[in-house]
């Protein structure tokens, strides 16, 4: 009788922990199927979300990218306005790696440098003897120099005097100092052309546009009166009047003086006062290079003769002994 009570109990145990067990087990499935659908929503609503903003991104670059194209064009026109119109790139006849100056056109643009420039620039690092030898003989650079007057001394009695000019002297400037220049230009104070095509961003370029470049101011410039239009002089308005023209002078050698051919002339005449050691020093490099290769072939084949000993020998091991 004891034995049935005892049965009976733990089967009556054991049957209400099946209960419990399944009343756990009915309460999660229920709330998995209610968590079902909510997770359901706030995964399409996130899948919204993502396409959203992934629209909203693409729109954002494309704004991006169309302000970068207008701030990009913005600073160009302002670049260029600033700096002046971009220069072409001209094939000058002494830029190759073993080319020397055409010297026939270095003495026409000293002719338009002295008939032409010379009024308002100066060119105070040349003198007279850097001509010999490069575009005058040394007697017709002693007759130009003393068609001038240079102010020496002082003499034995302390005063200053007058003297015809010699191979020594610089070439004249025109006025006697900065002020006397910029009265004489409406404030403007012409350069010095001693180092102008290195003074300049791209200079042998820039001088020759600057110097064809003159045009009518287009629709909508106004250009101030005493200045005049030239998209490649930085702001658009130079105080220099446009000084080539053609027949403006009469070329030694009969050369047709057009307005292009003054230009380059007188280009290839500042370029070598800028300069006037570069075919000495093209011709120096090559004579390096010559000599350079010269010792690279001898160390190659002093190389080999050495080593060629070592790299032909051959190893034997004798593994039985």
């Known amino acids: 009788m004891i034995l049935e009570l005892t049965w009976s109990t733990k089967a009556s145990n054991q049957m209400v922990g099946g209960g419990v067990i399944q009343q756990i087990l009915r309460r999660k499935l229920q709330s998995q199927s209610v968590a079902t659908p909510v997770l359901s929503w706030f995964s399409s609503k996130k899948a919204h979300v993502d396409a959203g903003s992934s629209g909203v991104r693409a729109f ?34 002494h830029d190759g790696i073993l080319s020397s100056y055409d010297h026939a056109s270095i003495r026409r643009g000293h002719q338009v440098y002295q008939q032409v420039c010379a009024s308002c620039h100066s060119m105070s690092l040349i003198s007279y003897r850097d001509l010999v030898g490069v575009a005058y003989t040394e007697e017709e650079a002693k007759a130009m120099a003393a068609e001038i007057e240079v102010v020496d001394g002082p003499n034995d009695e302390g005063e200053m005097f007058t003297r015809p000019g010699k191979l020594s002297d610089r070439l004249p400037q025109p006025y006697a100092n900065e002020s006397a220049a910029r009265f004489a230009n409406g404030g403007a104070y012409p350069p010095d052309l001693s180092l102008i095509t290195k003074a300049r961003h791209n200079g042998q370029n820039y001088v020759f546009a600057l110097l064809t470049g003159y045009r009518d101011p287009p629709a ?60 000495e020093r093209k011709l120096m490099g090559f004579k390096w290079i010559f000599l350079l290769s010269l010792a690279l072939l001898q160390a190659a084949y002093y190389r080999r003769l050495k080593w060629s000993v070592l790299k032909s020998r051959k190893l034997v091991l004798d593994v039985v002994n």
């Open 60 to 93: 954002a670059l494309l704004g991006a990218g169309v302000t970068g194209l207008l701030s990009f064009s913005t600073v160009a026109s302002a670049d260029e306005a600033e700096h002046g119109l971009a220069c072409p790139d001209y094939p000058w006849p």
């Open 220 to 279: 909508g410039i106004s250009i101030r009166e005493g200045l005049h239009y030239n998209p490649y002089f930085p702001g658009g308005a130079i105080a220099m009047p446009k000084m080539l023209n053609d027949e403006a002078v009469e070329y030694e050698d009969g050369v047709p003086a057009t307005e292009a051919q003054m230009g380059k002339d007188v280009v290839s005449f500042l370029s070598w006062a800028a300069e006037p050691e570069m075919e």
